[in-house]
């Protein structure tokens, strides 16, 4: 629950831009969703005997419920208060994810998920038409860009999830069977997915020096060492490129104190967002409005200016998931 | 007196001396900053119902190299803007938007030393997007190189023929041909579509590559012949001959004519103030023998 207070109180924080609205739905739409998996887990702990999914046999969701209720697929009744518990940590991974995906994936994206994921996803403001409902005859995940592997998912498709359809993982919640993992798509397949990959962390390297060269760009040493790595995602490096050459009032350089991980539970993805500042408010909102300015894919998720307890302000920006591949590279 | 007119044109050299350093030095800084060797780039604007932009190029080691083309309009291809290796961010701005406006971010391309890119805006306006095309400079031994470049909006499917030869069969509104080998020579280039035809002669000499753009017209369709290189040198043709223009740039595109123009601006300037010197001098002598 913890978590959940947490997750709501960033997206709080994360209303600085025009997608306030659409935050503060996600935030309400969240509770929703920790409400009812609550009430579910409530009257499953007191039943006790009760099965511990609300449609199951019939679909994946199910299936997910029941093997994360202690592996009792085919109907078999949970009858262990361990079934329970483990059947509560299911909605609470499933609730996490869904406010995550409602805060940080792409709005554009479709999403593949089981019947029960699905469920909890439109119910943190997802609509219908960007969900790919995984029912049992499906064969792959393709068509969607994003997919929500829950245990019923990563059981209907295999070793072949991770190592044909869907090689990346861009976030990671719970643990055991109750994990769920959001993996991107790949649409050609894993193979050339990663050779994409390799060719873009190239790429990447080879723009984020370019940029510690720039006099107009200071980073902190955190912000250089992930600018080196190719570590940063190529919409924040083109954007950084921009904003130094920009007339910022009373500013003479761009000064990247840190880079952000916004993806739980992710090895190797790219670094989504940024801290720029601090500067006088001048300038900071001068960078303010180019952000705001752009449109889709150089569209921040989220922008905001924080006022520092000197008086000076901060930038946070942040793009949303997964990282595109390509932006850097050439024709 | 001496000291006086001498510090005059110490002055008046120290402004054109400035003049020659700093872009030599930011040429060089920039130079240095992103590796040997420098790549060209030009702009074209291919989408029929886009209003004119403004494009900038950001360059991700340096902020200073930015290029500004103004008010490029439809049908409108800049010359080739030679520039460092490196990253560039591309942004446009509708012309004549207010200053204080922020460009729109829209693609960004990387510049390899020795190659020669064309970021052009296809598509209708409402789904406008920057395409970066890497051009050919250099041809097969005593042959030239064609491609076609779709932009046509009224007819959305040409077929474009070289003489007898199809260049391009079926070319799609906002597409582009590959390079296409020809015999030199001059001949007829025929489009043809489902509403309208074009031709237009073209020479095509030896060792040319040439990007034909098919345009929608005031009477029609047009074609478009645009030279990018000669000769094999591995430096593209400088402008554009067919006419098309529209995008000046701001300056002279290399750093030689830059110094070329400076030594003369130099020239002129030591000439004026040596004449004032001399005239002064010519004066005082004149006074000083009136007065004896």
């Known amino acids: 629950m913890a978590a959940v207070l947490r997750l709501w109180w960033q997206g709080r924080k994360g209303t600085g831009r025009s997608a306030g609205g659409r935050q503060r739905f996600v935030a309400v739409a969240a509770w929703v969703v920790v409400g009812l998996a609550t009430a579910v887990v409530t009257v499953n702990v007191v039943s006790h005997g009760s099965t511990a999914g609300p449609a199951s046999g019939t679909s994946h969701g199910g299936r997910a419920a029941q093997s994360a209720a202690g592996q009792n697929a085919g109907g078999q009744r949970a009858s262990s208060p361990s079934a329970a518990a483990q059947s509560e940590m299911a909605s609470f991974t499933r609730a996490q994810v869904a406010i995550w995906m409602a805060r940080q994936v792409s709005p554009s994206a479709i999403v593949a998920c089981d019947p029960q994921m699905c469920s909890a996803l439109q119910a943190t403001g997802l609509a219908a038409s960007r969900l790919l409902v995984l029912r049992l005859s499906a064969a792959d995940p393709l068509g969607a860009e994003i997919v929500v592997a829950t245990l019923a998912v990563r059981d209907q498709f295999g070793a072949r999830l991770a190592s044909v359809y869907a090689p990346e993982v861009i976030a990671s919640f719970g643990s055991g069977p109750a994990r769920i993992e959001v993996r991107y798509v790949a649409p050609d397949g894993a193979r050339s997915f990663e050779a994409s990959q390799a060719a873009d962390r190239g790429a990447r390297v080879a723009a984020g020096q370019q940029l510690l060269r720039n006099q107009r760009i200071h980073a902190s040493e955190a912000a250089r060492v992930a600018l080196t790595a190719g570590n940063v995602d190529p919409r924040l490096l083109v954007t950084l490129a921009a904003l130094a050459a920009q007339p910022m009032p009373g500013q003479q350089q761009v000064s990247v104190a840190a880079f952000g991980d916004s993806s739980p539970g992710a090895a190797d993805v790219p670094l989504r967002d940024a801290e720029i500042g601090a500067g006088p408010q001048a300038g900071m909102q001068a960078m303010l409005s180019f952000l705001l300015a752009q449109q889709p894919p150089y569209q921040p998720a989220q922008a905001r200016l924080v006022r520092q307890p000197d008086g000076q302000y901060l930038l946070n920006v942040e793009f949303d998931a997964p990282s595109p591949l390509g932006l850097n590279g050439g024709p | ?292």
């Not at chain 2, 403004?54 to 902020?63: E, I, K, P, T």
């Not at chain 2, 207010?98 to 510049?111: D, E």
């Not at chain 2, 020795?114 to 789904?127: C, D, I, K, L, Q």
């Not at chain 2, 095509?204 to 290189?229: C, F, I, P, Y």
């Open chain 2, 1 to 292: 007196m001496k000291r006086h007119v001498l510090a005059r044109i110490l002055a008046l050299l120290a402004v054109p001396a400035l003049c020659v350093t700093a872009p030599v030095a930011a040429h060089a800084a920039a130079g240095a900053g992103t590796g040997s060797g420098d790549g060209w780039i030009r702009l074209a604007h291919l989408s029929p119902n886009t209003p004119a932009v403004d494009v900038y190029l950001y360059s991700f080691g340096d902020s200073s190299a930015m290029i500004v083309l103004k008010h490029v309009g439809y049908g409108d291809v800049s010359p080739y803007e030679r520039v460092a290796s490196g990253q560039y961010s591309v942004a446009m701005r509708a012309a004549g938007a207010a200053a204080t406006s922020s460009p729109v971010l829209s693609t960004s391309v990387q510049i390899e030393p020795g190659h020669a890119y064309t970021v052009a805006g296809m598509g209708p306006e409402s789904g406008l997007r920057l395409t970066i095309l890497d051009d050919q400079l250099t041809t097969p031994p005593d042959h030239a190189l064609v491609r076609v470049i779709q932009a046509s909006l009224l007819q959305h499917v040409v077929n474009v023929a070289l003489g007898g030869h199809t260049v391009a069969p079926s070319l799609a509104f906002a597409s582009v041909s590959g390079y296409q080998t020809v015999a030199p020579g001059t001949d007829t280039i025929r489009v043809t579509a489902a509403g309208g035809d074009a031709n237009k002669a073209v020479t095509l000499a030896a060792e040319t590559v040439h990007t034909l753009v098919v345009l929608d017209g005031s009477k029609g369709l047009e074609v478009v012949d645009l030279e990018d290189a000669a000769g094999n040198t591995s430096i593209p043709a400088s402008g554009v001959a067919t006419g098309l223009g529209g995008t000046a740039p701001q300056g002279p595109a290399s750093t030689v004519m830059w110094l070329v123009l400076i030594a003369a601006g130099s020239a002129l300037v030591l000439a004026g103030a040596t004449r004032m010197w001399l005239l002064r001098r010519w004066r005082v002598t004149r006074l000083t023998r009136l007065r004896a």
